[in-house]
T-cell receptor
Framework: EAAVTQSPRSKVAVTGGKVTLSCHQT?????MYWYRQDTGHGLRLIHY???????EKGDIPDGYKASRPSQENFSLILELASLSQTAVYFC????????????FGSGTRLTVL | GQQVQQSPASLVLQEGENAELQCNFS?????LQWFYQSPGGSLVSLLS???GTKHTGRLTSTTVTKERRSSLHISSSQTTDSGTYLC??????????FGTGTKLQVVP
């Protein structure tokens, strides 16, 4: 069974603080993704990666950085958290290309105060 | 970029009724997937159907590529089908874009 694990499950951060969301997959997948979900907007892609030590911008990358230190791990970094970044964040992985099924983590609920 | 529109936004059915969910997209799709999001938030892929008709269990998806639309038919709905159904499209890029979903509620 494909497995994508996110941590933490929820987090409260202060405006201007640094937040790091972590994702670990045991699927041996090349591709990993970070999406955010807001009411009324569905899921929107922030960053993705198809190989370790390389990341690519998605549709809404502003205010976010990503890091892929290994095939298994993919982090999303908010250097200066803002109120507008309050959302649920999902990590996903897929095999070789996004034509394959996306396997999602359980999500991280981030609240920025 | 690719625009994905889903309708209806929400739907309430009596148990046993059928559901028809729609997904329209703005440019050619090389991949199309339907996902289910549970009320608790977890996301799972239901099926992949970039063209033609595909069945799995009580689900049938029909995608008409040249008309840029796909449907998901749920037969004999059950209360456990309640949740949000999301359509995701990949065009010539390398990632999938999601619609805003259809929230389905099946009541006994």
């Amino acid at each position: 069974e494909a497995a994508v694990t996110q941590s933490p499950r929820s987090k409260v951060a202060v405006t201007g603080g640094k937040v790091t969301l972590s994702c670990h997959q045991t699927n041996n997948h090349d591709y990993m993704y970070w999406y955010r979900q807001d009411t009324g907007h569905g899921l929107r892609l922030i960053h993705y990666s198809y190989v370790a030590d390389s990341t690519e911008k998605g549709d809404i990358p502003d205010g976010y950085k990503a890091s892929r230190p290994s095939q298994e791990n993919f982090s999303l970094i908010l250097e200066l958290a803002s109120l507008s970044q309050t959302a649920v964040y999902f990590c996903a992985s897929s095999d070789k290309s996004s034509a394959e099924t996306l396997y999602f983590g359980s999500g991280t609920r981030l609240t920025v105060l | 970029g690719q625009q994905v529109q889903q309708s209806p936004a929400s739907l309430v059915l009596q148990e046993g009724e059928n559901a028809e969910l729609q997904c329209n997209f703005s440019s050619t799709a090389t991949q199309l997937q339907w996902f289910y999001q549970s009320p608790g938030g977890s996301l799972v892929s239901l099926l992949s159907n970039p063209s033609g008709t595909k069945h799995t269990g009580r689900l049938t998806s029909t995608t008409v590529t040249k008309e840029r639309r796909s449907s998901l038919h749920i037969s004999s709905s059950q209360t456990t089908d309640s949740g949000t159904y999301l359509c995701a499209i990949e065009d010539s890029g390398t990632y999938q874009r999601f619609g805003t979903g259809t929230k389905l509620q099946v009541v006994p």
